[in-house]
């Protein structure tokens, strides 16, 4: 049986990588803050930790935490947008895979923060989300963290209609052995309040 595109493939065809490091380009020129994810998770960790950024896109976020003196791993499926992240940051380590199969990358575990911004886990292909779950979590050290940001409505989403509720992935980080900390509505910490459309969330292995 064929394999599923992925949500993200099916909208961009892979071709996505200029034209969206373009746009948050001309939002930084701007005067847009454009580092809040990196701000975000900087806040959450001790100096020179090891951060995976899953589903990293061009890079942005991994190069700014790498600026802050974070060890980062940015692994994506999509190549126009890791061309990007290679071409601004050349010495950093990019990796070309299917979050679906991460076991396959020979990535070593006991990353301090595993990252999938950028509404990564709703632009997974469809049933694999459980999986790609899994394999973060099996990335962890015992007491690191998985953030995640995800739009849970159509006004959040590049989608006409979410493919996953909140309770859909709060199971799958228990099943993966992982416990909510923390779910703000923005990178910047403003409240969640139940039914709001995008969800900041925390979670973390247990430590033992």
Request: aromatic residues 6%.
């Amino acid at each position: 049986m064929p394999e599923q595109q992925d949500r993200w493939a099916r909208l961009t065809a892979g071709q996505a990588g200029e034209d969206y490091a373009r746009r948050f380009a001309q939002l930084a020129e701007a005067g847009h803050d454009v580092h809040g994810e990196a701000a975000f998770c900087a806040a959450l960790l001790k100096p020179a930790a090891r951060v995976l950024d899953a589903g990293c896109g061009t890079g942005r976020i991994a190069i700014r935490l790498a600026e802050l003196g974070h060890h980062c791993t940015g692994v994506d499926i999509d190549s126009s947008m890791l061309a990007v992240a290679r071409r601004n940051a050349p010495a950093q380590d990019w990796l070309l895979g299917d979050l679906a199969r991460l076991d396959t990358l020979g990535l070593t575990p006991e990353f301090d923060l595993v990252l999938a911004a950028g509404n990564v886990i709703p632009l997974l292909a469809p049933g694999t989300e459980p999986t790609v779950v899994g394999h973060l979590a099996s990335l962890l050290r015992p007491g690191g963290l998985l953030v995640t940001g995800m739009g849970l409505d159509a006004a959040h989403l590049p989608l006409p209609e979410p493919p996953l509720t909140l309770a859909d992935f709060d199971h799958w980080c228990t099943e993966a052995g992982l416990t909510v900390r923390h779910r703000y509505a923005t990178w910047d910490g403003a409240p969640y309040a139940p039914g709001g459309g995008y969800a900041v969330s925390v979670h973390s292995r247990p430590t033992a």
